[in-house]
Nanobody, 123 residues
Framework: QVQLVESGGASVQAGGSLRLSCAASRLTSNSQHRAWFRQVPGKEREGIAT???????YYADSVKGRFTISRDNADNTVYLQMNNLEPEDTAIYYC?????????????????WGQGTQVSVSS
């Protein structure tokens, strides 16, 4: 069973930066694509960035130009660098893995999920 563990969530002020990490273990051939999602209580989970094994990337418009997804295949870790954070970025951030009809930010397309890490941005 693929295991994903997020870290790096914190409370920051607007305009600040954070880098989230997602460590993976027991990866399989059906978990090559990795992605970041976020969810605010009471709202649907939103896909924000995805990356292929060869580091092709795709972003939601809401984060394009501010967030960068990257990966280190040597240790199966995916990162989300978040710059110029806004209060609207406050959410629980989840990483996901799967093999999808890329690019896809549809949560139904991903098989494996982490437990999430909280990001809070104050104005």
């Amino acid at each position: 069973q693929v295991q994903l563990v997020e870290s790096g969530g914190a409370s920051v002020q607007a305009g600040g930066s954070l880098r989230l990490s997602c460590a993976a273990s027991r990866l399989t051939s059906n978990s090559q694509h990795r992605a970041w999602f976020r969810q605010v209580p009471g709202k649907e989970r939103e896909g924000i960035a995805t990356i292929t094994l060869l580091s092709n990337t795709y972003y939601a418009d809401s984060v394009k130009g501010r967030f960068t997804i990257s990966r280190d295949n040597a240790d199966n870790t995916v990162y989300l660098q978040m710059n110029n954070l806004e209060p609207e970025d406050t959410a629980i951030y989840y990483c996901a893995a799967g093999i999808v009809d890329w690019p896809s930010l549809d949560e139904a397309a991903y098989n494996y999920w982490g437990q999430g890490t909280q990001v809070s941005v104050s104005s």
